[in-house]
T-cell receptor
Framework: EPEVTQTPSHQVTQMGQEVILRCVPISNHLYFYWYRQILGQKVEFLVSFYNNEISEKSEIFDDQFSVERPDGSNFTLKIRSTKLEDSAMYFC????????????FGSGTRLTVV | LAKTTQPISMDSYEGQEVNITCSHNNIATNDYITWYQQFPSQGPRFIIQGYKTKVTNEVASLFIPADRKSSTLSLPRVSLSDTAVYYCLVGDILTGGGNKLTFGTGTQLKVEL
């Protein structure tokens, strides 16, 4: 079964540093997403990406965040000047173009800001 | 998006059938009902999706009454490994991909021996 792969599985960073979370979506999927889940809270949508541009973003996704698809396989989330409250699980997901097709999540990156 | 209401938690024992009901009174004509499962420190995983009546796959069944204002996820003969959070999502996916998913708090199912 195709998988969405995320690296690293756990990242610890100091407050104020920049981090890049990496994802390899399913190869024939066209839509890519980032979600986050703060410990004990809901899974929250951050951003969706299609055709090399952001198609939708939430209020959480402010100027501190950016996404990029640097090549044909990777999809990255960059968080600049990290804050303690950015500590969370970050999930990448991808989906196809057909109705309900294969919305698949990765296993996540646990980001800890100290 | 239709608001969903589901129990915060449920307890069961191995081998029992578990039914988790989700209320979605404001479901729209184009909305589908989708259930996801999430284990600790993992991403949500698609379980089943339906529009009306009954849908069954190798993992679960989904029962949707005629008025579609609620739905019931049925897990037959649960095991310890079914301990997870189960989310009911309702939304319009007729337009295909690219839709964001809105998760509620879900139902924490705990299965014991």
């Amino acid at each position: 079964e195709p998988e969405v792969t995320q690296t690293p599985s756990h990242q610890v960073t100091q407050m104020g540093q920049e981090v890049i979370l990496r994802c390899v979506p399913i190869s024939n999927h066209l839509y890519f997403y980032w979600y986050r889940q703060i410990l004990g809270q809901k899974v929250e949508f951050l951003v969706s990406f299609y055709n090399n541009e952001i198609s939708e973003k939430s209020e959480i996704f402010d100027d501190q965040f950016s996404v990029e698809r640097p090549d044909g396989s990777n999809f990255t989330l960059k968080i600049r000047s990290t804050k303690l409250e950015d500590s969370a699980m970050y999930f990448c997901a991808s989906s196809g173009s057909l109705r309900g097709s294969g919305y698949t999540f990765g296993s996540g990156t646990r980001l800890t800001v100290v | 998006l239709a608001k969903t209401t589901q129990p915060i938690s449920m307890d069961s024992y191995e081998g029992q059938e578990v039914n988790i009901t989700c209320s979605h009174n404001n479901i729209a004509t184009n909305d589908y009902i989708t259930w996801y499962q999430q284990f600790p420190s993992q991403g949500p995983r698609f379980i089943i999706q339906g529009y009306k009546t009954k849908v069954t796959n190798e993992v679960a069944s989904l029962f949707i009454p005629a008025d579609r204002k609620s739905s019931t996820l049925s897990l037959p003969r649960v095991s310890l490994s079914d301990t997870a959070v189960y989310y009911c999502l309702v939304g319009d996916i007729l337009t295909g991909g690219g839709n964001k998913l809105t998760f509620g708090t879900g139902t924490q199912l705990k299965v014991e021996l």
